[in-house]
């Protein structure tokens, strides 16, 4: 371990040079990269030292958050678009002023920002509402606690009697991904949980019916319910919980650093100054100075693979909502494509345009976006509200219509003349002769890429998660940050597309083989 | 059966139809000869208006189609009810069975009831000898067999006349015979037919008049015995030098 891979660029550092070599330092990366894939995350450390040696001497203190996370946490001020500010952002600024260093901010998708800090390298501590939790504690060093916060359940102002937990049984209820909330669901059992990649669409879809509660921390509630008279809180706060800085494992030195910052910051009245700032501080804060380092971490380690009795189902569980959004969006795609493509070769002029405009608008911008249009735009401004699946299976369909369309074009031009020619001459109108003698061999030639697409989609159909959908991808998301083992979940969720892939293609080359016979 | 008057057809600045008069009774046979290029498939598709002529004027039975002015599709479609054609490469659909393209218009364009109708083709397809493969697709058929399907697909429209073009040309020499012995058949029948070939072959066995053309005029006309043995113009005798050469 003392040899390290990152050991020739440190020593170009102790030579005095301001900058590492960039061979080394790419070399030094890839390994960095693949060794907590291969080797296990506890397998890897950065150096003899600490990176406390690298981060003093560098003068900065590079903190990862994300900044989709939303008030009060870390956002764009209303009104400045390029700037970033929030509680925690305010927190970085403080603890680095505190050890004499400069803060700088590092973007990491909140879902994976554990498992990218041990990775290495971007960034030094992440700052982004991590819960002192066994299983947090399990993956990465946490810091003492900074905050102090509760479960808060909320509600639609006229909701009547859904103050608890036991009382959402069988409701919808959003919450956040990979956090205490959805845990806490979890071990409920009962509850419809719908699981959301950020902290502000829930509201919305509570607000507009989609769900019938949400369950998030106190921060969250008290900001997105100030001035909305349309949601609620729904009983007190319960199960208290603390943030707490995350390093990654074994960095003592700048753990401990860390941790008298937050300790001197909490004495001299700062953090009660920041949180005052966001309309966050409350009696509940005073857990922070009563707080007491607990002992070692309990939390199991999981391998999915060992446990396969366990997770297996899940995993097959959520790739039935693959398998039905793929089908159903696929058949929508399959008709509306051929209305598509028949307009677009046949139709009067303006209908001709506009099949062609509709074709190169859903081709040229991403499905993720029309998703987003779909369920979120919709609902906004028209008050049209899809449920989560419906809008999913409607925006593939959309999507894939485009493309289909056009290979259904293909597939109508690929006809010889001489077809059409002898289907005239029979005396058959041209519809006619289009449905029982062009399509029939258009749709044949079209099959191959059909069934590209088809498989396409049931790996674009994880994009749908983002709209609170848990298939197969998304599931397995969840259970790989819970579990630390995104290599074994990996494998069985790979295997379980692949089987779906397979299938389909063998059902169309047995199709292909059916419809064939016209060539020798 | 058959009148065309003054039908011209420019392809850009290239005159392929220049005025063409031509009359064809009831029953009659005729065969259009001439060198590639002179305008003979031009003139057989713009009979069915496959192509759509600049000039002249079209009769095929009781429809009659003048050049020039808007395209009356439905008009067309009743000419191209009276006037079979038989394609040099056949165009058979090649996801239907034999019986199917045998059947396909007639269940479809004419709305006659499918018993029928499957009578019927089963007849024809035992005319043009291929009885036995009424349920192959046109991939399990040779050259020879499609083309025999082929006639038997527009013979079902029973159509007012035949229009055939080169209908031996795509096929190796030992096949053609056996598509010379079904239009024989026809001839003989009593079929109005008008066929573009280049198989003298076929054309001495099947026309009461041999039309030669030559740069989108008719040069010369004949029953065969006359135009073959004893050509009165200097191009038809060079044409028929050339071909038996």
């Given at each position: 371990?003392?040899?390290?891979?990152?050991?020739?660029?440190?020593?170009?550092?102790?030579?005095?040079?301001?900058?590492?070599?960039?061979?080394?330092?790419?070399?030094?990366?890839?390994?960095?990269?693949?060794?907590?894939?291969?080797?296990?995350v506890?397998?890897?450390?950065?150096?003899?030292?600490?990176?406390?040696?690298?981060?003093?001497?560098?003068?900065?203190?590079?903190?990862?958050?994300?900044?989709?996370?939303?008030?009060?946490?870390?956002?764009?001020?209303?009104?400045?678009?390029?700037?970033?500010?929030?509680?925690?952002?305010?927190l970085?600024?403080?603890?680095?002023?505190?050890?004499?260093?400069?803060?700088?901010?590092?973007?990491?998708?909140?879902?994976?920002?554990?498992?990218?800090?041990?990775?290495?390298?971007?960034?030094?501590v992440?700052?982004?509402?991590?819960?002192?939790?066994?299983?947090?504690?399990?993956?990465?060093?946490?810091?003492?606690?900074?905050?102090?916060?509760?479960?808060?359940?909320?509600?639609?102002?006229?909701?009547?009697?859904?103050?608890?937990?036991?009382?959402?049984?069988?409701?919808?209820?959003?919450?956040?991904?990979?956090?205490?909330?959805?845990?806490?669901?979890?071990?409920h059992?009962?509850?419809?949980?719908?699981?959301?990649?950020?902290?502000?669409?829930?509201?919305?879809?509570?607000?507009?019916g989609?769900?019938?509660?949400?369950?998030?921390?106190?921060?969250?509630?008290?900001?997105?319910?100030?001035?909305?008279?349309?949601?609620?809180?729904?009983?007190?706060?319960?199960?208290?919980?603390?943030?707490?800085?995350?390093?990654?494992?074994?960095?003592?030195?700048?753990?401990?650093?860390?941790?008298?910052?937050?300790d001197?910051?909490?004495?001299?009245?700062?953090?009660?100054?920041?949180?005052?700032?966001?309309?966050?501080?409350?009696?509940?804060?005073?857990?922070?100075?009563?707080?007491?380092?607990?002992?070692?971490?309990?939390?199991?380690?999981h391998?999915?693979?060992?446990?396969?009795?366990?997770?297996?189902?899940?995993?097959?569980?959520?790739?039935?909502?693959?398998?039905?959004?793929?089908?159903?969006?696929?058949?929508?795609?399959?008709?509306?494509?051929?209305?598509?493509?028949?307009?677009?070769?046949?139709?009067?002029?303006?209908?001709?345009?506009?099949?062609?405009?509709?074709?190169?608008?859903?081709?040229?911008?991403?499905?993720?976006?029309q998703?987003?249009?779909?369920?979120?735009?919709?609902?906004?401004?028209?008050?049209?509200?899809?449920?989560?699946?419906?809008?999913?299976?409607?925006?593939?369909?959309?999507?894939?219509?485009?493309?289909?369309a056009?290979?259904y074009?293909?597939?109508?031009?690929?006809?010889?003349?001489?077809?059409?020619?002898?289907?005239?001459?029979?005396?058959?109108?041209?519809?006619?002769?289009?449905?029982?003698?062009?399509?029939?061999?258009?749709?044949?030639?079209?099959?191959?890429?059909?069934?590209?697409?088809?498989?396409a989609?049931?790996?674009?159909?994880?994009?749908?998660?983002?709209?609170?959908?848990?298939?197969?991808?998304?599931?397995?998301?969840?259970?790989?940050?819970?579990?630390?083992?995104?290599?074994?979940l990996?494998?069985?969720?790979?295997?379980?597309?692949?089987?779906?892939?397979?299938?389909?293609?063998?059902?169309?080359?047995?199709?292909?083989?059916?419809?064939?016979?016209?060539?020798? | 059966?058959?009148?065309?008057?003054?039908?011209?057809?420019?392809?850009?600045?290239?005159?392929?139809?220049?005025?063409i008069?031509?009359?064809q009774?009831?029953?009659?046979?005729?065969?259009?000869?001439?060198?590639?290029?002179?305008?003979?498939?031009?003139?057989?598709?713009?009979?069915n208006?496959?192509?759509?002529?600049?000039?002249?004027?079209?009769?095929?039975?009781?429809?009659?189609?003048?050049?020039?002015?808007?395209?009356?599709?439905?008009?067309?479609?009743q000419?191209?009810?009276?006037?079979?054609?038989?394609?040099?490469?056949?165009?058979?659909?090649p996801?239907?069975?034999?019986?199917?393209?045998?059947?396909?218009?007639?269940?479809?364009?004419?709305?006659?009831?499918?018993?029928?109708?499957?009578?019927?083709?089963?007849?024809?397809l035992?005319?043009?000898?291929?009885?036995?493969?009424?349920?192959?697709?046109?991939?399990?058929?040779?050259?020879?067999q499609?083309?025999?399907?082929?006639?038997?697909?527009?013979?079902?429209?029973?159509?007012?006349?035949?229009?055939?073009?080169?209908?031996?040309?795509?096929?190796?020499?030992?096949?053609?015979?056996?598509?010379?012995?079904?239009?024989?058949?026809?001839?003989?029948?009593?079929?109005?037919?008008?066929?573009?070939?280049?198989d003298?072959?076929?054309?001495?066995?099947?026309?009461?008049?041999v039309?030669?053309?030559?740069?989108?005029?008719?040069?010369?006309?004949?029953?065969?015995?006359?135009?073959?043995?004893?050509?009165?113009?200097?191009?038809?005798?060079?044409f028929?030098?050339?071909?038996?050469?």
């Amino acid at each position: 371990m003392e040899t390290h891979c990152v050991g020739p660029a440190r020593r170009d550092d102790e030579a005095g040079r301001p900058k590492r070599g960039r061979g080394a330092r790419s070399l030094a990366w890839l390994l960095v990269l693949l060794v907590p894939f291969f080797g296990g995350v506890g397998a890897f450390k950065t150096s003899a030292a600490d990176a406390w040696d690298e981060v003093s001497r560098a003068g900065i203190l590079r903190y990862a958050n994300d900044a989709e996370g939303g008030a009060p946490y870390i956002f764009h001020p209303p009104g400045s678009p390029d700037q970033l500010t929030g509680f925690e952002v305010d927190l970085a600024a403080a603890i680095a002023g505190r050890l004499g260093l400069k803060p700088a901010f590092v973007q990491n998708n909140w879902d994976v920002i554990l498992p990218a800090l041990n990775q290495g390298g971007s960034f030094d501590v992440v700052i982004a509402g991590i819960e002192w939790t066994p299983e947090n504690r399990a993956k990465v060093a946490l810091s003492r606690p900074y905050f102090a916060f509760g479960q808060q359940l909320v509600v639609r102002a006229d909701a009547t009697g859904l103050d608890s937990l036991d009382a959402l049984r069988g409701k919808r209820v959003g919450v956040l991904s990979a956090t205490a909330s959805f845990r806490m669901l979890e071990k409920h059992g009962g509850i419809d949980a719908r699981v959301y990649q950020d902290n502000v669409n829930y509201f919305r879809d509570l607000e507009s019916g989609r769900l019938d509660a949400v369950l998030t921390d106190t921060p969250i509630a008290r900001v997105n319910l100030a001035g909305n008279d349309k949601l609620r809180r729904a009983g007190p706060p319960f199960a208290p919980g603390f943030y707490a800085v995350a390093v990654r494992p074994g960095e003592t030195a700048l753990l401990a650093r860390i941790d008298g910052a937050i300790d001197a910051l909490l004495k001299d009245g700062t953090l009660e100054k920041i949180y005052r700032k966001y309309d966050l501080w409350d009696d509940g804060q005073a857990a922070l100075t009563a707080w007491k380092p607990g002992g070692e971490t309990t939390a199991e380690k999981h391998s999915a693979l060992k446990e396969w009795g366990t997770y297996l189902p899940i995993l097959l569980r959520a790739s039935v909502t693959t398998i039905w959004v793929t089908c159903s969006g696929m058949a929508l795609a399959v008709v509306l494509g051929l209305g598509l493509a028949i307009v677009r070769l046949y139709g009067p002029a303006p209908a001709r345009w506009a099949a062609i405009a509709y074709i190169e608008v859903f081709r040229g911008t991403p499905l993720l976006l029309q998703i987003y249009f779909i369920y979120f735009g919709l609902a906004q401004q028209l008050g049209v509200r899809l449920s989560a699946g419906f809008a999913a299976v409607i925006a593939l369909g959309l999507n894939y219509a485009a493309t289909e369309a056009e290979n259904y074009r293909a597939g109508i031009e690929g006809v010889p003349k001489g077809q059409l020619e002898a289907s005239l001459a029979l005396g058959m109108k041209r519809r006619l002769a289009l449905r029982r003698i062009l399509l029939p061999q258009a749709l044949r030639i079209s099959l191959p890429s059909v069934t590209n697409d088809f498989i396409a989609m049931f790996k674009d159909s994880s994009i749908v998660s983002v709209i609170a959908l848990v298939e197969l991808t998304k599931e397995y998301q969840i259970r790989a940050i819970d579990t630390g083992d995104y290599v074994g979940l990996g494998l069985m969720t790979a295997g379980i597309y692949f089987a779906m892939s397979y299938t389909a293609s063998l059902g169309a080359r047995a199709l292909e083989r059916k419809l064939g016979h016209d060539r020798r | 059966m058959i009148a065309v008057e003054g039908l011209r057809k420019r392809f850009g600045d290239r005159t392929v139809l220049d005025g063409i008069d031509h009359r064809q009774e009831r029953g009659q046979s005729v065969v259009l000869i001439g060198p590639s290029g002179c305008g003979k498939t031009t003139f057989l598709r713009c009979l069915n208006q496959l192509e759509t002529p600049d000039a002249g004027r079209i009769t095929i039975a009781d429809v009659t189609i003048e050049a020039g002015g808007r395209v009356d599709r439905e008009r067309q479609r009743q000419l191209r009810l009276r006037a079979g054609m038989v394609f040099q490469q056949f165009h058979l659909f090649p996801h239907l069975t034999a019986l199917g393209n045998v059947m396909e218009a007639p269940v479809r364009v004419l709305g006659r009831p499918r018993d029928a109708v499957e009578a019927q083709a089963l007849g024809l397809l035992e005319q043009v000898g291929l009885s036995q493969h009424a349920g192959h697709r046109p991939g399990q058929l040779s050259g020879g067999q499609q083309q025999r399907v082929a006639i038997a697909r527009a013979l079902a429209m029973e159509p007012a006349v035949l229009l055939l073009d080169e209908p031996t040309s795509a096929l190796d020499p030992e096949l053609r015979e056996e598509v010379r012995d079904v239009l024989r058949r026809l001839a003989d029948e009593g079929s109005t037919m008008l066929t573009v070939t280049h198989d003298m072959q076929l054309a001495r066995d099947i026309a009461d008049t041999v039309l030669f053309f030559h740069a989108g005029t008719i040069v010369e006309s004949g029953p065969p015995e006359q135009l073959f043995g004893d050509p009165v113009h200097e191009r038809t005798r060079e044409f028929l030098r050339s071909v038996r050469d």
